[in-house]
């Protein structure tokens, strides 16, 4: 259905819907990231310190293992948003090829954060579905883990990601050097 200015519904519902300001979806998206690189390191913490430890023998230092994998894994938690915003880009501008390739990317960070984050947390609250009666087979802690995934990623996009992910891609191919 259109107007007579021409506009579709769609694009009156869209520009009438209320979306944050720029400089607040982006805080609140690397809050956000920050937050869910803090729940995945203390969940991943043990497993990250035992695996080291059985690799090289020594006990690594937890503090400086706290720091380094809460730092990478809110990287790659951000990384997942950009890659949502290059896709969604991709997608409006009909390129192929960037579709194609944002879609093995998301794929590629979806499984890795599935297997490594978001099963780990479930894994967390196992015991307590055990203590219920509910035993989880391993497709069901991936299929929860997926769910998890998918619900918190559409979440945050909708609720400032999309505001907030091109402003952190901005942001991030800034030139060096740049003064504001």
Known sequence: MQDPLGQTQHEMLDATSPRPAVPWALVLLIVWCAVEGTIFTVTLRPTMSELLADLTGFTVNPIALVLVLWFFLTIIIAGSYACIQVLQDAIAARQIGNIVQMIVVQIVVA?????????????????????????????????????????????????????????????????????R
């Open 111 to 179: 499984m890795f954060q599935v297997l490594f984050l978001y099963r780990e947390l479930v894994d967390q609250f196992t015991p307590w579905l055990a203590q219920q009666g509910v035993t989880l087979s391993i497709g069901a802690t991936f299929g929860l883990a997926f769910c998890g995934w998918l619900g918190v990623r559409g979440m945050t996009w909708y609720l400032f990601g999309r505001s907030g992910a091109p402003a952190l891609i901005a942001v991030l191919n800034r030139p060096a050097g740049m003064q």
